[in-house]
Nanobody
Framework: QVQLVESGGGLVQAGGSLRLSCAAS????????MSWFRQAPGKEREFVAG????????YYADSVKGRFTISRDNAKNTVYLQMNSLKPEDTAGYYC????????????????WGQGTQVTVSS
């Protein structure tokens, strides 16, 4: 079965950096667009960044543009989210998601989801 396993979350001070990883198995990784979403307590899940399966096209939410970078390694079936200049408002559970499409979708209409990894940014 398909599994997406996130790692790399933790507690960091404002201005710091973290790198999240999402390891995928049970699917043809190179045929899936991969995205990161986040959800803070009491808030809806929101799109953070996505990377398409073809051409490596990327798209970011305005709130993270210039600070976060999404990348993928198809040989390792892994997608990454490098997060720099972190702010307290970035605190949330971060989830990776997979969808078999060439288009980056910013709504949570993805086929597969990981369990999430917590990111906490202290001020």
């Amino acid at each position: 079965q398909v599994q997406l396993v996130e790692s790399g979350g933790g507690l960091v001070q404002a201005g710091g950096s973290l790198r999240l990883s999402c390891a995928a198995s049970g699917l043809t990784f190179s045929s899936y667009t991969m995205s990161w979403f986040r959800q803070a307590p009491g808030k809806e899940r929101e799109f953070v960044a996505g990377i398409s399966w073809i051409g490596g096209n990327t798209y970011y939410a305005d709130s993270v543009k210039g600070r976060f970078t999404i990348s993928r390694d198809n040989a390792k079936n892994t997608v990454y989210l490098q997060m720099n200049s972190l702010k307290p408002e970035d605190t949330a559970g971060y989830y990776c998601a997979a969808r078999q499409t060439s288009v980056i979708i910013t709504t949570p209409n993805y086929q597969y989801w990981g369990q999430g990894t917590q990111v906490t940014v202290s001020s």
